[in-house]
Structures are given as structure tokens and as C-alpha cells.
């Protein structure tokens, strides 16, 4: 996959999914030019006309100007805060950083706080606003299909730490999203294709006939074409804003929604947070080990695991440990990092199987020595 969306045109109305929270409710939308008229969709949110954006620095090269212009030509005073960009912002250093430039700023508790970039910003900027002043709104305005179709929706804030990924952090929903695909233009094709994984996740998970979808139009979306994308998002974002309006805290069913991802964090973990493997391709990695370890298990048929596998591979994605440069620690150094998962429960690990494309469920019934076995013949020593 080695093209995204191209922004052409006027802006047109956008699609709109809502996540409904109750008095928490909030609005995603996904359309063009949503960036640019961005002040139509955040003024009814302030409660004074001002706003501060945290940004990374490949971000404010593509999109701060037009952003801050939309708040300008509306009277909305934006001040800008521009971090450096990469998985090790997240980190305890960047967030004291911004905590502390918030505050310099005097953002108070009635103001709003706007992530705009990919799933690092809005983590990181979601988490900070969950403790400024013990809780200020923020919103999300998400540059990468990663961020718009998963990290952006459903409150989960957080930073990285050496023990593992996103182990601190809080709930902190965001009171509006906004996913303009003309953002998607500035992408490296590696950052898109690493996005396009968490798409197909939704239909791995529970939604074969979007699976089916996305391999009739694989063409058409690393060709660019927008109606096909845009239809992707909304679909992956009408997913995940169901889930997370029947669990919000991940108490049951919104765990489905993590996939491959304690493979995937652990591959993470093992590789510094480096760009060795960014969290797509670790979730996409993360999600064939998911299939092929229910194949193991007898959950669910080879076809279907091979069939999962051949798809993200198609897309450009890497699906197998051989795939990722540089050594990886053994199978049982790799199992104590899945051991930092944040879903563990008294130790066990849970894991999201498979018994075919479409229908996933959660288990905390893997024996260890079937794990080890499994995690042995992927190539670990």
C-alpha cells in the first residue's frame, strides 16, 4: 500500500457517528477540510474564545497554519505547543514538559486543550488534560488513519514506560473528534499502511462481511481513492464508538478491540519503541500470532489464519517476527513482556483468539507451556 487519499476539491459535509456516553456524549466527524474550518466545529465547546494545540513538529509543518488561521478568522485566540515527534514523546519527561507549559500559559479548568497529530499526541495530550487542574476537556484532531480510526475514540490517554506500553494513563474521553482525510495526504506511505491495520482489526474482530470489503477494495484504497477510505474510517470509527458505548472502561467486550495488540505491545516493548516497529505493524504482526495461536489450539481453522495473514501482507504490512530488522529477545523474555499487559488479571494473560474471521472472543485459558511452544516455533529461541 503506497498511497493515501488526496485532497481535492471543496470541503463537503462530513459524516458524523456519535459515541454515546450520555451527558458525556460526544461527536466524531470525517470528511475533507475539517481542519481548516475547524473553529465551525470547536467554538460551540469554549467557554472563552481561546485554545492551546499541542502538536508535534512533523504535524505543524503539514497543518498548524490552516488550523490556527480557522481559529483566527473566528476571533479564537490559539496558542501552540509543539513537541518533538515519535513513540518516546510519550514518555513521563514530555509530559511534565507539557503539563508545566499549559500551566505557564494559564490554561484553566473551563478551557479546551486540542491534540492534533497522530496517537502519540492525543495520548499524551489527552492524558495530561485528564490531570491539569485535576481535569480539563480536550478534543481530538487526528493526522493519521491510525490516530483517526482507533487511538482518537474512546477516551484511553496514556504515556509509555520501560516496563511496557501505555501502562500509565487514564480514561478521558475527549468532547469531539475531528478526522479530516485531506489530513491523510501528508502521511508517509509506511505511517498509512501501519493505520490501515487497526482497519482491518474491526473486521478480524467481528464484522466479516467489512473484512470481505476491505480485500474487494484493497486496490482501490492503495490507489487513493477517497470515497473508499473515507467509508473505512467511518465504518472502523462506527465500530469502536458502539464497543466503547457498551464498556467504556474495558470491563468486557471493549477488550476485543485490543487484538494482536499484546503480542504487538510486547514486540513493542522488545524493540525499544523504536522505529524498528511502529504500533501498526505490531498490532499487524500481533494479529496473525492471534490467528495462528488459535490454529495451534484447535479454535479455528488454518484457512482463515492464512487468509488474515495473506490481506495485511498484500497491504505492506509485516505479519511475521522475521519481518521486524535487528534481534528480538527469546520466547520466554517475550512472554514476560506480554506479562505487563495491562488487561493481566492474577497473573494470567488474556488474550483475544479467534475461531474464524469475524469471531473473536477473550480467554484467559492459554496454558503457559502452550504458550511457550507456540512462541518457540515463531522463530524465538
Known sequence: MTRTASRTGPQTTPEKITVDLGNRAYDIFVGQGLIENAATYVAPLLKRPRVTVVTDENVAQHHLDALQKS??????????????????TKSFEQLQHLLSALLDAGVERGDLVIALGGGVIGDLTGFAASVLRRGVDFA??????????????????????????????????????????????????????AGYAEVVKYGLINDPSFFDWLEANL???????????????????????????????????????????TFGHALEAATGFSDRLIHGEGVAIGMTMAFE?????????????????????????????????????????????????KKVV??????????????????????ASDLLSFMTDQGTA
Request: proline share 6%; aromatic share 4%.
Open 71 to 88: 481559529f483566527a478568522d473566528n476571533n479564537i485566540i490559539s496558542t501552540p505547543f509543539i513537541l518533538p515527534p515519535g513513540e518516546k
Open 140 to 193: 481530538q484532531i487526528p493526522t493519521t488513519l491510525l490516530a483517526q480510526v482507533d487511538s482518537s475514540v474512546g477516551g484511553k490517554t496514556g504515556i509509555n514506560v520501560p516496563q511496557g506500553k501505555n501502562l500509565i494513563g487514564a480514561f478521558h474521553q475527549p468532547r469531539l473528534v475531528l478526522a479530516d482525510t485531506g489530513a491523510l495526504t501528508t502521511l508517509p506511505p509506511r505511517q498509512f499502511r
Open 219 to 261: 486496490e482501490n484504497t492503495r490507489s487513493g481513492d477517497v470515497t473508499i477510505i473515507t467509508k473505512a474510517i467511518v465504518t472502523s470509527c462506527d465500530a469502536k464508538a458502539r464497543i466503547v458505548a457498551a464498556d467504556e472502561r474495558e470491563g468486557g467486550v471493549r477488550a476485543l478491540l485490543n487484538l494482536g495488540h
Open 293 to 341: 495461536l488459535s490454529v495451534s489450539l484447535g479454535l479455528c481453522s488454518g484457512q482463515d489464519a492464512v487468509r488474515a495473514r495473506r490481506h495485511l501482507s498484500n497491504a505492506g504490512l509485516p505479519t511475521r517476527l522475521s519481518d521486524i530488522p535487528g534481534d528480538l529477545p527469546g520466547a520466554s523474555a517475550l512472554i514476560d513482556l506480554m506479562a505487563q499487559d
Open 346 to 367: 492474577d497473573g494470567t494473560l488474556t488474550f483475544i483468539l479467534a475461531r474464524g474471521i469475524g469471531d473473536t472472543f477473550i480467554t484467559r485459558d492459554v496454558a
